[in-house]
């Protein structure tokens, strides 16, 4: 029954009085001997038990009236104590041994709250009142329960009663398979005592029918009791009615638990002198104190504690006045200074303890050192694995008295098992063999063989492990293996006793490390740089499409420095918050337009991380993450715009050439526009290539614009469409299968449908896209049955191949730098396929589509620069199609594309010129880029020169004659050589597409990346793309 | 701690490089590929200074590549703890300063800085004497013991001390 549960499982009230009860009733007399020991124990638990909670009743009023204050209402309380404490003893007193004793913990633990004795009496007498008619009335049957109890325990006591008992004999003892079985019952959380009791009850009141043997509450485990019963069964039918008791689910705990359920940890504690403990109770809660005494005998001791006394609160206290009590406060740490109580009118007295140190007591408290010195009991600290932070501690060590290194290895009594490991280094901190160093050869349970470094003692020391410290050098590689920088490892720049200070290999910051805290580690490691798939300076993708760099792994999360050019933005992620890992290769032009790619050495030359330098980690959406090692925030990153940087390195001419063009174009301010432009023209009639090959880039900031999506959630979803503008968190998608614009949520879409971007140009102002939107959108629509069955199955098998060749033989050794991606038409002048071509040229069709097409299997230059005419504005899908005939020659006439791409056909219309723009578009499919008359830059082998067309030879290629006027030497030139001179406001122009093509005019107002032309023929005013502008010779 | 040695690696050459050049290319590319890299056990290859062997080529299938054993001889320079360097000093801050000896990042601590040095803050942030006389900043040029080393795939990084006896500043930019 529950004795042997109860006994062992430690005291309380309500235990203990059942107990009583039990004994009082049944079997007293041979419980006395049995028990008389275990009794003892129990009671005095109890009485420590109470001590606890008057501790905490007492704080307020404070601590130091239990150990100074003899007066008033405290002693009444004690008396009162005494009587209700005897009173409640004398019930059993045949069982007290130790009455002594007993008053002595009374004393101590003076107050006892009438509240809270009383109704316990009242229960121990009430319930034997109610409970004994039945007993008396079969006395049989209590003599039977007797026998039986008798008959149950008669061999323990036996064995108990063993002079000496070996472990043969303690061997056993233990549970073997006939023996009752122990069960685990659930019950409900906070009930398991009662359950217990209740339990107690029912055999009580139900005698043998119960068959279960015993059962067991332990305060450490919620939610289940322990039942010992033979069967299952039993256990079920004994629990049956329990209102506490509910789910019938019963384990069996194994034979080989069995012991470990009831087995007490032993609480011998050895606490001594300048032992680090904590506070378990009261206003000191948790505070971090140091033993300064022990009284084994009185089972108190005196611990040194950072005062968290209110000034105020107790002047007025000790003044008599009223004090408002606000339980919530706990005041924060504070030294005492005793001027300052002066200063509030409180008595400060000088006293001298036993061993003459002065204190300063203060209304019955004492202070030394701004430190309290308060006597507790034994109970109300807690000595088990104390781990002081390094603020605690500093703080103790405050006043003077340095890094006492007694004080330190205290904390090595709480060692981990296993802490010691063969081949650690370390020193003999006490005893006589101080100051040894040594190598660890064999770990016993408490000892530790030592292998010493001077020579000429024997091989191997045995030493207590609570004498050895581990020892480390300066220098050292070590890692942290517990405690707050778990997982950091460093060198160990210094060694002050038991504290290493460290420099991280991750941060560079010092870190300052118990040596016990840490493991010599040959391995060089970073610390935890991994949690899933991530790592530390990997490129990630958040949840809310934002996106960083993680610079540091912690336990659990990531720190993210985001990409927010300025100002470093640091955030902490959880693992699941982290959407992917971006592992794009993407390069952004920087400020003079150099190319900037992944490993680049860049500076930044504008913002406030000004002047910093460094390779080029990341690049996503035209912010760079820039690693400087010199950096010490954020693990070094920096996240700055593309566009603030330069390549160190890199040239500025190479972006004059390209300024200069731009200068050319109408003097715009924003040069950015022109390279712009013709890919707007091949969104116009080649819309897979701006889906595929200019999404991530090109327009606007946002990588997402121009990318094709899915929609993934809403009223769309399922629907494809592109992105046309990005609007906060709402991106506006033109739907491919309906003709129309609609709004969605950013997160709504995902735009894995797309090619991979390839190009990333922050520097692309939206705006000057942005009157396109109106005339773009009707033609759509017609543009996707062009797509889907030609230009996108092309495209994806196309491309990298003749990607590869563009950039091969012209830039072997550095294939990192993708010409085909550069932009830079430079580098194409220097390209020897060029060659053949003459002068005039225009620098922004070269980069792009001219690029690409050099090196389509179409052939010759002469041929695809015909088909790239009309295939960029109509029907681009058509020259790569196998079936078509690339290498026929074409001649400018856009109808002989018509029949091959119906996508040509439907934008025909849109010449008739439903508005102001859409002749220009439409009209795309007509004629060929340039004309005879008109002024060109052609480049060649890197120089460049101004001429006019003479000529259209029919293999696609043209006449120029060199020099502004065209009278210079004439030669012939390829159409990627040359890029028509944009012509600035009021020049003379000819229109080289759509409708009008062929008309001569007047450019008299630029607006955006649109002429505002007066044609010369009809002096009507036409609104063209400058594109299709160049000025006339 | 410098050292002249023969290492010898794989090189992988395109076939594009090959024809009449195709030693220069191998060897261009050696120095490329080698020349600034660094490993655990030999440290930074400062240069490569000639080539002792370079064996049959053996052409990869499908990429068309061949792969060289070449031999050659460098100049590496390691770094060993106990050594003393002479390093520039590249940044100071609180916690100390760090100096270069040619590849080798090199942090010294200020629990490695003798104990009458303090650092001052400020535009120009230094450890100085409290009479002033001795100073490190930027651009001085300390003398220090290297006590311990770490060796990642990329660099060498070290943690040195200055104080030792005729560790110290050498050379101040300052006072030249």
Known sequence: ???????????????????????????????????????????????????????????????????????????????????????????????????????????????????????????????????????????????????????????????????????????ALLPSVRDPKLWMVKCAIGRERETAVCLLQKYIDKGSELQIRSAIALDHLKNYIYVEADKEAHVREACKGLRNIFGQKITLVPIREMTDVLSVESKAIDLARDTWVRMKIGTYKGDLAKVVDVDNVRQRVTVKLIPRIDLQALANKLEGREVVKKKAFVPPPRFMNVDEARELHIRVEHRRDAYGERFDAIG?????????????????????????????????????????????????????????????????????????????????????????????????????????????????????????????????????????????????????????????????????TKIGDYELRDLVLLD???????????????????????????????????????????????????????????????????????????????????????????????????????????????????????????????????????????????????????????????????????????????????????KGTFVRVELESQMKVVTVDRNHITDNVAVTPQRETSRYGMGSETPMHPSRTPLHPYMTPMRDPGATPIHDGMRTPMRDRAWNPYAPMSPARDNWEDGNPGSWGASPQYQPGSPPSRSYEAPTPGAG???????????????????????????????????????????????????????????????MMSPVLGGDNEGPWLMPDILVNVHRAGEESVGVIKEVLPDGSYKVALGSSGNGETLTALPAEMEAVIPKKSDKIKIMGGALRGSTGKLIGVDGTDGIVKVDDTLDVKILDLVILAKLA | MFFHIVLERNMQLHPRYFGRNLRENLVSKLMKDVEGTCSGRHGFVVAVTGIENIGKGIIRDGTGFVTFPVKYQCVVFRPFKGEILEAVVTMVNKMGFFAEAGPVQIFVSNHLIPDDMEFQSGDMPNYTTSDGSVKIQKDSEVRLKIIGTRVDATEIFCIGTIKDDFLGVINDPTTV
């Open chain 1, 544 to 726: 809310n499409l934002s996106f960083g760099v993680i610079i540091r792994v912690e336990s659990e999360a990531f720190q993210v420095l985001k990409g927010v050019p300025d100002r470093p933005e640091v955030v902490l992620v959880k693992l699941r918050e982290i959407k992917c890992k971006i592992e794009k290769k993407i390069s952004v032009q920087d400020r003079f337009k150099n190319t900037i790619s992944s490993k680049d050495v860049v500076k930044i030359i504008d913002g406030p991380c000004r002047g910093k330098q460094g390779p080029v980690e990341h690049i996503y959406r035209g912010i760079l993450f820039i690693f400087d090692r010199h950096h010490l925030e954020h693990a070094g990153f920096i996240c700055v715009k593309a566009h603030s940087c330069v390549v160190v390195g890199g040239s500025r001419s190479n972006g004059d050439r390209n300024g200069d063009a731009y200068g050319r174009f109408s003097g715009l301010k924003n040069p950015p526009r022109i390279p712009q432009s013709p890919k707007r023209f091949s969104r116009g009639g080649h819309p897979s290539d701006s889906g595929g090959r200019h999404r991530g880039g090109g327009r606007g900031h946002d990588g997402l614009t121009g990318a094709t999506v899915k929609v993934r959630q809403g009223s769309y979803k399922g629907y494809r469409g592109r992105v046309i503008e990005v």
């Open chain 1, 853 to 915: 097409w050099a090196s389509t299997p179409g052939g010759n230059y002469s041929e695809a620069g015909t088909p790239r005419d009309s295939s960029a504005y109509a029907n681009a899908p058509s020259p790569y199609l196998p079936s078509t005939p690339g290498g026929q020659p074409m001649t400018p006439n856009s109808a002989s594309y018509l029949p091959g791409t119906p996508g040509g056909q439907p934008m025909t219309p849109g010449t008739g010129g439903l508005d």
């Open chain 1, 1 to 171: 029954m529950s004795h042997r549960g109860m006994d062992r499982d430690d005291e309380d009230d309500e235990d203990y009085e059942e107990q009583g009860v039990d004994f009082d009733e049944e079997e007293a007399d041979e419980e006395e001997e049995d028990r008389g020991g275990g009794k003892k124990r129990r009671r005095s638990s109890y009485i420590d038990d109470d001590a606890d909670e008057v501790d905490e009743d007492e704080e307020e009023d404070d601590d130091g009236d239990d150990d100074y204050d003899g007066g008033g209402k405290t002693s009444r309380k004690r008396q009162y104590k005494k009587v209700s404490a005897s009173n409640f003893f004398d019930e059993e007193a045949e069982v007290d041994t130790d009455d002594e004793e007993e008053e002595e913990e009374g004393e101590d633990d003076f107050i006892v709250q009438p509240d809270n004795d009383l109704p316990e009496e009242d229960d121990n007498r009430g319930r034997p009142r109610h409970r004994l008619p039945p007993h008396q009335e079969d006395h049989e049957d209590l003599e039977a329960v007797a026998r039986s109890i008798q008959e149950r325990y008669g061999k323990h006591r036996l064995a108990e009663y063993e002079e000496e008992t070996t472990d043969v004999e303690q061997q």
């Open chain 1, 364 to 528: 019955g408290m004492m202070f030394k050192d701004g430190f309290l010195y308060k006597t507790v009991s034994i109970k109300s600290i807690s000595a088990q694995n104390i781990k002081p932070t390094f603020d605690e501690l500093e703080k103790f060590r405050k006043p003077g008295e340095g890094g006492d290194v007694a004080s330190l290895s205290t904390l090595f009594a709480n060692r981990k098992k296993g802490h010691f490991m063969k081949g650690d280094a370390v020193i003999v901190v006490k005893g006589d063999l101080k100051n040894l160093k040594g190598w660890v050869e064999k770990v016993d349970e408490d000892n530790v063989h030592i292998r010493p470094e001077i020579k000429g003692l024997p091989k191997t020391l045995a030493v207590n492990e609570r004498e050895l410290v581990k020892y480390f050098e300066p220098g050292n590689h070590v890692k942290v293996v517990s405690g707050a920088q778990e997982g950091a490892t460093g060198m160990v720049v210094k060694v002050e006793q038991h504290v290493l200070i460290l420099i991280s290999d991750t941060t560079k910051e010092h870190i300052r490390v118990f040596a016990d805290d840490v493991v010599e580690s040959s391995e060089v490691t970073t610390g935890v």
